[in-house]
T-cell receptor
Framework: NAGVTQTPKFQVLKTGQSMTLQCAQD?????MYWYRQDPGMGLRLIYY???????DKGEVPNGYNVSRLNKREFSLRLESAAPSQTSVYFC????????????FGSGTRLTVV | AQSVTQLGSHVSVSEGALVLLRCNYS??????LFWYVQYPNQGLQLLLK??????LVKGINGFEAEFKKSETSFHLTKPSAHMSDAAEYFC????????????FGSGTRLQVQP
């Protein structure tokens, strides 16, 4: 099925550990996004990528890095996890030329202890 | 900067009753507006979108929303609630720069009582 695939679905980290969240889309979209979702705060943009090799900071980029190695994949890295990064992370993609809607992945639930 | 305010973090209705979820936006230019639905432990699914065509927008599952520029509102309605409508609903406004990033409201959890 076409769409956005995120891995892993669940992860528990200890404070200070690092990890990479993976995201891949097969819809040939140029734009990809990483959001975090916290109770009562909706979704907040972490990073954005307009095309392969380009990235831009969003609303809450501190503590994160991203890589857009090719058109399909957009990864999010936590270099030194902190409890404040406990959240649900969503990747999304879109083709702004077509309909301005996002297609979301199913999310990664991350807990930092 | 654009922003979205969703009035009411929780809304409870009886099955068969009218659903009204409120959304107000702030934007310096005519916006693109969206409603998304999130079922438990799932990603967000697009319900409907307004992109400067008709002001009354129909979406999936019987939902619709009306863009009212004078009120800066984009409220979501459904004439008759179904148990399967229980979910969290998010209103979002599009960044009209090249990145087209969405700014989301804080969400409204809809509960449907039998």
């Amino acid at each position: 099925n076409a769409g956005v695939t995120q891995t892993p679905k669940f992860q528990v980290l200890k404070t200070g550990q690092s990890m990479t969240l993976q995201c891949a889309q097969d819809m040939n979209h140029n734009s990809m996004y990483w959001y975090r979702q916290d109770p009562g705060m909706g979704l907040r943009l972490i990073y954005y990528s307009a095309s392969e090799g380009t990235t831009d900071k969003g609303e809450v980029p501190n503590g994160y890095n991203v890589s857009r190695l090719n058109k399909r994949e957009f990864s999010l890295r936590l270099e030194s996890a902190a409890p404040s990064q406990t959240s649900v992370y969503f990747c999304a993609s879109s083709d702004p030329r077509v309909n301005y809607g996002y297609t979301f992945g199913s999310g990664t639930r991350l807990t930092v202890v | 900067a654009q922003s979205v305010t969703q009035l009411g973090s929780h809304v409870s209705v009886s099955e068969g009753a009218l659903v009204l979820l409120r959304c107000n936006y702030s934007s310096s230019v005519p916006p693109y507006l969206f409603w998304y639905v999130q079922y438990p432990n799932q990603g967000l699914q697009l319900l409907l979108k307004y992109t400067s065509a008709a002001t009354l927008v129909k979406g999936i599952n019987g939902f619709e929303a009306e863009f009212k520029k004078s009120e800066t509102s984009f409220h979501l309605t459904k004439p008759s609630a179904h148990m399967s409508d229980a979910a969290e609903y998010f209103c979002a406004v599009s960044d009209l720069t090249g990145r087209r990033a969405l700014t989301f409201g804080s969400g409204t959890r809809l509960q449907v009582q039998p």
